[in-house]
């Protein structure tokens, strides 16, 4: 078999996208347009407090004075946010109280999605917290959980259930200032996850969340809070497929983590929103903004993620490093093909004393693909004997595919420690043909390396998420080497 | 029946052609040494035997354990028997050499119908093998040839050639850049694999090397031909008198 670029080329664009499929349910969808007038049938329909309200009004006044940025390396036409819906449910919402009673047409999705709830239910213990388009549709496992405190829900319902906790923190670390796509997520966002830990719980499970936009023409606009008190560990994964659509589809969530003193938080994502067709045409837009302060002396938040899918990948998942001794943590595979672009990297803060950061970041580009990585160390002047140790390697496997760097390191304390690495290269033909010479064919060498070259990261994914995403990896990129 | 029969064989890369109508017959059990100037084609033709696709084969036709091995692609040839030990092995960062002989081992196993060998098997096959050519542990469970010394990436060849069995082994160059330390031990680690089924084509430029993997042939690759056979005694007459003599005695052939 022939391993020269273009038939690789057209092996790989032929692969089909898995998840190109829709459910038929009837669905509860907003008309076209941002407006007040939007915002408050959001609210309403929501059945949310005044203060919520007037939260997310305050967000809308915002962003309809701010720009959109353009400094990122990535072209795109805008959206026409004033042609997105912001709103649709599934019609028959439902309180379950096992999984049998799920409307079976939901059931057969997540099926085809691989979540098998009742095999996860037997036999990994995970609580798994099922999004479909905005609203969240099973929570299992939720007694398990509450007897010992733990809070892990749908964020519409920790309005209902736990505003003072939510009110305490949303906003706290993203503010509805920080950016654009911050601001329209805080005015429009519907659902999303809620977690929080009390003092001293190690959560048992790991928490899921799948997330899936279904209607074209919809915005997905989350909006997760995960809270660890005072000396407890959690670990939440994030997993999300998205259909076949022609028209973009503008995915803008914010996450915030909040981790207080001696407490951990380990935050997964695996990542394949439908990419775009091999000619550029449709995909994702994966607008996202995520930050986690170590609030407290001696806290730790380590965010790993997979990213295989979405048109345009735009996320930089940070660390503000406020207490002493805290650590933050960012380990990324980045996949980018055909036409796919990416600008996704990390900021790692440090404020407090003896603070430590670790950024590993892993780019493969294929196609015609651009991926870029952009990262900030930031070293404030009272981060006394602070350390971050840096590595961004990029990974070619074509000759049409682009992969860039932007590291951005301030330091401000002279006692800090800042080491920087980065590496590109190649899959080269030797490499392939060592492995066709030992009996491995073509399809096998390049997964086996592609692993290989980002099994730094995977290991830091909890196990199911990382059988996915070696899966992932290898389907994204075969027959690309060219 | 002939373990490897090459008729004629013709290739190029590039628009050069590098090999210009070489024959040689391998019977099974049998060591065959090739020799030859710099640029003879004996990287060339080790290339072609294994499927490299950057050379085009424009004439002649080569039977490997009786079935056409031109018409099988590079994976199907080493899955048929063939093994092919790098002058240069290439590093393979984030693989280990166990994860990687382990899908070798697999895929050949599979190719012949036999059932995939258990972990336990698999790792007692690993501790046997390594042996032979004395690789400790360690570098079993390392990425594939990354930091290995020059001696350990040619010992990491015998010791993959021996757990993947093959019928027919070609050496290309395996002596280059040994010490007399690391020549002994692979030399001895290949003689431990010979056995009356299975060939070895052993390219070399060396003499030395063919003291102790010692051959039952020795061919002369000269412009992409075998001009001369002969026994060890013809390695020993290069060793001494250099190549000279030889291309002269083709000059004159052709003029």
Redesign the interface.
């Known amino acids: ?4 670029g273009d038939e690789l080329l057209d092996n790989i664009t032929s692969k089909e996208y898995e998840f190109g499929f829709t459910t038929n349910i009837e669905s509860d969808k907003a008309p076209a347009g941002l407006n007040e007038d939007i915002i408050r049938m959001i609210s309403a329909k929501k059945e949310e407090p005044e203060w919520l309200l007037t939260w997310r009004l305050e967000a809308f006044s915002i962003w309809k004075k701010m720009t959109e940025p353009e400094w990122a390396h990535v072209s795109y036409v805008k959206p026409d946010f004033q042609a997105i819906s912001y709103y649709s449910a599934p019609k028959k919402k439902q309180t379950l109280n096992s999984i049998d009673e799920l409307d079976p047409e939901l059931r057969k999705t997540m099926d085809k999605l691989g979540i098998s709830l009742e095999e996860q239910k037997r036999l990994h213990g995970v609580a798994v917290d099922f999004v479909m388009d905005s609203v969240s549709v099973a929570t299992s496992f939720k007694e398990k959980l509450g007897e010992l405190g733990i809070i892990f829900c749908s964020m519409s319902d920790a309005i209902k259930e736990h505003p003072e906790l939510v009110r305490k923190y949303l906003g706290t670390i993203v503010p509805r200032t920080d950016n654009f796509y911050a601001a329209l997520n805080s005015a429009v966002f519907t659902d999303g996850s809620f977690c929080y830990i009390p003092k001293g719980v190690k959560c048992p499970m790991e928490l899921s969340t799948y997330f899936r936009i279904n209607e074209g023409g919809t915005g997905q606009f989350e909006r997760t809070l995960v809270v660890a008190d005072e000396g407890s560990f959690v670990s939440y994964l994030e997993g999300c497929t998205a259909p076949q659509r022609d028209e973009n589809q503008l995915h803008a969530a914010v996450v915030e983590l909040i981790a207080h003193q001696n407490a951990e938080i380990k935050y997964s994502t695996v990542q394949n929103w439908y990419p775009g067709d091999k000619e550029g045409k449709g995909g994702v837009f994966n607008f996202v903004t995520k930050r986690g302060m170590c609030e407290g002396d001696h806290s730790k938040i380590s965010w790993t993620q997979v990213e295989t899918g979405s048109a345009i990948t735009w996320k930089y998942p940070s660390c503000i490093l406020k207490g002493d001794h805290s650590i933050g943590e960012f380990y990324s595979v980045a996949v980018t093909n055909n036409y796919q672009q990416a600008d996704t990297g990390t900021k790692m803060v440090h404020i407090g004393r003896n603070t430590k950061s670790t950024i590993i970041s892993k780019g493969i580009s294929a196609g015609k693909s651009q991926n870029s990585y952009r990262g900030l160390v930031q070293i404030n002047k009272g981060a006394e004997n602070s350390r971050n140790f840096s590595q961004c390697d990029s990974l070619l496997m074509s000759d049409r595919c682009g992969a860039h760097t932007f590291p951005y390191i301030e330091v401000k304390n002279k006692s800090s420690k800042v080491e920087h690495e980065a590496t590109t290269s190649k899959i ?1 033909e ?2 392939i ?10 399809e ?1 060498a390049i997964s ?2 592609v ?6 990261v995977l290991n830091k994914l909890p196990m199911e998420f990382a059988v996915e995403a070696q899966k992932l990896l290898a389907i994204s990129l075969e027959g690309s080497v060219g | 029946m002939q373990m490897l029969s090459i008729k004629n064989l013709q290739a190029k890369i590039e628009d050069k052609e590098i090999l210009k109508g070489l024959s040689l017959e391998v019977k099974p059990g049998e060591v065959h040494a090739i020799m030859g100037p710099n640029g003879s084609g004996k990287s060339t033709l080790a290339s072609v035997l294994a499927g490299r696709e950057e050379y085009e084969v424009t004439g002649g036709s080569v039977s490997f354990d009786g079935k056409d091995l031109l018409d099988m692609p590079a994976e199907v040839r080493a899955r048929e028997g063939l093994f092919l030990a790098f002058q240069y092995p290439v590093e393979i960062p984030g693989v280990s050499n166990m994860n990687f002989l382990k899908a070798a081992v697999g895929e050949i196993r599979k190719h012949h119908g036999k059932d995939q060998l258990t972990a336990k098997d698999f790792l007692k096959l690993v501790k046997e093998k390594s042996a032979l050519v004395e690789l400790d542990g360690q570098l079993a469970n390392r990425a594939v040839n990354e930091g290995f010394s020059g001696g350990e990436k040619k010992r990491n060849e015998i010791f993959q050639m021996a757990m993947l069995e093959p019928k027919m082994a070609i050496l290309d160059e395996t002596d280059s850049g040994l010490d007399i330390d690391a020549l002994r031990i692979v030399a001895n680690g290949v003689n431990a694999l010979r056995s009356p089924e299975r060939s070895f084509l052993v390219i070399t430029h060396y003499q030395r090397l063919l003291d102790y993997i010692v051959p039952d042939f020795v061919h002369v690759l000269y412009k992409g031909r075998i001009v001369k056979s002969g026994t060890k005694e013809l390695a020993l007459e290069l060793e001494e008198k250099g190549y000279d003599w030889i291309k002269e005695e083709v000059e004159t052939a052709n003029a």
């Open positions: 078999m022939a391993y020269n080269g030797d490499q043909f060592y492995c066709l010479q030992r009996g491995l064919d073509e096998q086996m390396i692993n290989g070259y980002a099994k730094e």
